[in-house]
């Protein structure tokens, strides 16, 4: 969330960031809400200021044997009394009116993001690795899955709908194989604490995140009033919420492996075939929580974390650059590693690593403080797939692909697979 002593300091500032991400400009009604949210504050301590005035001069009158002044006081009082929780109302209903208008406002790019409308606007930083070359023709996951006889969309459409799949065998080991070398590089060698947090939260955390208000039909709603994580991005982030941290301890690092959940609100008819595109999958998630300073460097250095999955998959890919037209609404940067999928002939995305600077630090109260300081400053705070599970095990399966319908077990992932080197078709 942004903050409105900024937006009054910088309003052409505001109105030009809305601008680059294709918004209309919103300074100056934020700032006329603004100054009737401080009328009303001023009113109501106008108000409490002469009511304990007022009181004090009661009792001077009252010493005084002066009646009829101490009446009139008294009187004056017994009205403000009146008056005073209507103000009161007023002050909390343009105070919640503020922050919900506030709460509604993306991020404030980076100087350095490229101006654009869309997807076809960012730009390619780097590339890495090599597309496959065979003789045979390429396939889409799901028709190797369903070949192979372990990717059932039937029966997972029986159980739950659109947008499920149900794994078996040899294709739901190396779906759990993918997360279990993705946690494990990114604890053993990046640095990062593995977390086992909830799946439900209340909507203070997705509030935290960014995704409440703006984004609640891409939620599912428990009947309590929990919602499920739409990534684990929440939950992460949340563990230092309403908190001051030492600086001398930042960044902290945390990782987790969870299911994500997704209502594809937005995506209807978009990615319908196979489990590209589903309402349940596996992600392994990055946080880190940052000084002010620390978080540009931060961000080259968590995307590079989740660089280093798809190298050691010997997945060729491509990182972008996002414009200001396709930027995650909490985000002040990201990257996207879009990995190539030789069955759709295209990039995918595969992992998205943004910095968010103290946007969700302000949301959920969030502050460091320096040894020397007595000030305090809000964190900054970066997110990342490292990476997506289900996405991570289409990749390997389009370029793992064998000539015999069979699919090869990359190197890395062997440790896990219990001695089998190849996925060939069911018996």
């Known amino acids: 969330m942004l903050d409105i002593k900024w937006i009054r300091e910088n309003p052409e500032a505001l109105d030009a960031a809305l601008a680059k991400r294709g918004a209309e400009p919103l300074s100056a009604s934020l700032i006329a809400l603004d100054e009737k949210r401080r009328s009303a504050v001023q009113k109501v301590q106008d108000m409490q200021s002469r009511r304990n005035t007022a009181s004090k001069e009661i009792g001077a009158a009252m010493a005084q044997k002066?009646?009829?002044l101490a009446e009139k006081l008294k009187a004056e009082v017994a009205d403000l009394k009146v008056l005073m929780p209507s103000a009161e109302e007023d002050d909390r209903t343009l105070t919640e009116e503020l922050n919900?208008?506030?709460s509604r406002i993306p991020n404030v790019p980076h100087d350095d993001v490229p101006v654009g409308k869309d997807e076809n606007d960012n730009v390619v930083t780097r590339t890495a690795g090599d597309k496959p070359r065979w003789n045979h023709a390429p396939k889409e996951h799901f028709e190797i899955g369903e070949a192979l006889g372990y990717m059932d969309f039937d029966t997972a459409a029986k159980l739950s709908g659109s947008?499920?799949?149900?794994?078996?065998?040899?294709?739901?080991?190396?779906?759990r194989a993918l997360g279990q070398f993705m946690i494990d590089l990114h604890t053993s060698e990046h640095g990062y604490t593995e977390v086992s947090s909830p799946l439900m939260v209340r909507a203070e955390a997705l509030f935290g995140t960014g995704n409440l208000p703006k984004f609640e039909e891409d939620l599912f709603k428990t009947t309590d009033g929990r919602y499920l994580i739409p990534t684990a991005e929440v939950t992460l982030t949340n563990l230092v919420r309403e908190q001051i941290l030492d600086q001398e301890k930042l960044p902290l690092r945390f990782t987790a492996l969870t299911p994500s959940?997704?209502?594809?609100?937005?995506?209807?008819?978009r990615d319908t075939r196979g489990m590209l595109r589903q309402h349940q999958f596996w992600k392994c998630e990055l946080v880190s929580i940052t000084d002010a300073e620390s978080s540009i460097a931060e961000h080259e250095r968590m995307t590079a974390c989740a660089e280093e999955v798809l190298k050691r998959l010997g997945l060729h890919f491509r990182t972008l650059t996002l414009c200001t037209g396709d930027m995650g609404f909490?985000?002040?940067?990201?990257?996207?590693l879009e990995v190539w999928l030789p069955g759709q002939n295209t990039y995918r995305e595969i992992s998205s690593c943004s910095v968010c600077g103290d946007f969700q630090a302000r949301r959920m109260n969030t502050r460091y403080r320096g040894k020397e300081d007595k000030a305090t400053k809000f964190v900054h705070t970066l997110n990342g797939s490292g990476t997506a599970v289900g996405r991570c095990l289409i990749a390997v399966l389009e370029n793992y692909l064998n000539e015999d319908g069979s699919v090869t077990i990359p190197d890395v992932l062997l440790p896990y697979m219990g001695g089998l080197t190849k996925i060939e078709k069911a018996a």
């Open 261 to 269: 959940f997704r209502s594809e609100a937005g995506s209807a008819g």
């Open 330 to 336: 909490g985000s002040r940067k990201t990257y996207d």
């Open 66 to 68: 002066n009646s009829e």
């Open 100 to 102: 919900d208008a506030l």
């Open 163 to 175: 947008r499920f799949t149900v794994l078996t065998g040899p294709l739901a080991r190396l779906e």
